[in-house]
């Protein structure tokens, strides 16, 4: 409880002063929780208020289309978080007769809930003594107790849920999780912890043996695999092809352009031969090689390459089995696309930018 205490004091100087920090609505604080996931606060904070704008509530998300919120969400990444959120939504709201479930264990079945968002939408909402723990936790409790298990292995995940679950002040587990969170953004952060103004600096062990940036330790790094994409920019009469994308790959209904993938870069020559065996439709057409671009997921990297392909008259229905739309460039602004393919336009002035 010391640790608690503490750790509450500090937050009562230092804490942010945040949006869903001053609501109980679960919603909202679900909502920012799915958007903090992967993002900065920083960049999240424009992207909560624009979606809680459009979507000010669970009736709001649920009847949206799907086009909708990814486009509120394009730029985010990680773009199941925005579908499974929106399949959430409709599952209370059509399912649950619009009641947000009201203990961990229901909140946990959501869809795209794990036990990090469960515990902090328990506690944040409902006052419920569940311990979250993000990276800013586990960073921060790994330090304090040089903890040597690595934090992405099942044993780690167990060691530390049950410390945070120690250490948790049960009277007051919304304002504990805040605390904890804000003092892993704020004060030890990952590389320039601010270890002198810090209140644990006589007891944290790491600290103390001078190992602070030996915290966390981390288990093997997935090797990261490469990928080769190669778009066609359509220019037929000012229109284009898009063509929305499917399940089991990254990018899940989102947008893009006509799309060949290869083991390689592939060369405007390899590009031209791809045209003429495929025996397409076309007339008067023009190839020129336009952009290149490197684009780093998680776990991939993509390597892309943006062919411009101005014809006078070219109809196609479909693209390697997917259905084409055609549409005018100057709608392009109006669908979700991928990060990468926002660049393109951007750099290319077909949308200003976002
Ligand atoms: S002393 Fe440094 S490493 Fe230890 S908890 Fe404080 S900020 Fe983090």
Redesign the pocket.
Known sequence: MDFSIQLQAWYSSYGRSLPWRHTKDPYSIWVSEIILQQTQVKQGLDYYNRFINSFPNIEALAVAEQDEVLKLWQGLGYYSRARNLHAAAQSIFFKQKNVFPKNYKDILLLKGIGPYTAAAIASFAFNLPYAVLDGNVYR?LS??FTIEIPIDSTAGKKHFQELANQLLDKRNPALHNQAIMDFGAI??TPTS???TE?P??TT?K??LTNT?IDFPKKGKRTKQRHRYFTFFFFDIHHSTYINKRGNNDIWTGLYEFPLIETNQKTSLKEVKKIFLTQNLPYTNITIKKATTYKHVLSHQIIHATFFKVSTNEHKLTHWQQKPLQRIPISELQNYPFPQLIIKFLNDNNFISSK
């Open positions: 921060v330090r304090l004060c030890c912890p601010k270890c810090c644990f600096q944290c790491a600290y602070v």
